[in-house]
């Protein structure tokens, strides 16, 4: 399997492509990685260095892979955290000639704009870009909760209305929905959930919510789930190996008290999950 994977760079720690690369790499995954930052450290941190890359260096970069012939051999394209405005445009270009040259393949984008607790922490022209132009070329979606809502101008929060508010996400375009932090009131106290649903059906899993937040969990989260989604065809399955590798990353995170993912040492939970949540059917 090839992925064509364009996203964020940085030099310490792990978000974007620094993120997903390796997880991918570790499950058997050829990556083409394209970076649309080359930074030093994530901007969670304050301060940070290193160029924003201009969206056409971004695509002459995209350009050269294909001269070489190989966009036909590539199975998926990701896309996360947007910097820019620009490099929108450059995204579903690349998703375009990717699908004249391979036809079953797909894009995956990870609709990045913020959280219920924060709010959106992207310039503010990203959340209706990804929301009018982006979101409808994509096959698979990976938001969180907030962004969900965002997307279809709902408030989900039940499973009920989580699922609805899916529903109007598929109606946009993309068959495949992955709502990584679902936060029902009903749920049971210490615990949060993620949603999958495609054509088949719909799936919920529940795990253990850890007293933390880190920085390119998503990353990792979107890329696994597309790399096990593309290969399996099964929604559940997926769910199933992303949400125990992810799990058992941040458990070692947390265990180590870094404020950086453990994403080296996690590396045996990719590779071989221990698949030690239960994945339910909804509907």
Sequence with gaps: MKILSIQSAVAYGHVGN???????????????PVYTVNFSNHTGYGTWRG??????????????????????????????YQGGEGIAEVIVDAVARVKAANPNAVYACDPVMGN???GCFVAPAIPELLRDRVVPVADIITPNQFELGYLTGTSPDS????????DAARAMGPRTVLVT???????????VEMLAVDDQG?????????????????DVTAALFTA?????????EALRKTVSSVFDLLALTLESGDRELRLIEAQEFYA??????????VR
């Design 18 to 32: 620094s993120a997903a690369v390796f997880p991918l790499q570790r499950i058997g995954v050829e990556v083409l």
């Design 51 to 80: 160029p924003l890359i201009a969206p056409e260096d971004v695509r002459e970069v995209i350009t050269g892979i294909a001269e070489r012939g190989v966009l036909g051999e590539v199975d998926a394209v990701l896309s996360g």
């Design 116 to 118: 219920a607790k924060s």
């Design 159 to 166: 499973l009920e209305s989580t699922l609805a508010s899916i």
């Design 181 to 191: 932090s679902v936060e029902r009131p009903d749920r049971p106290e210490g615990t």
């Design 202 to 218: 719909a799936w919920i899993v529940q795990t253990p919510q850890l007293p933390m937040k880190a920085n390119g969990s998503g």
């Design 228 to 236: 096990h989604y593309v290969r399996s065809g099964s929604a559940a």
């Design 272 to 281: 071989h999950p221990r698949e030690q949540f239960e994945v339910t059917r």
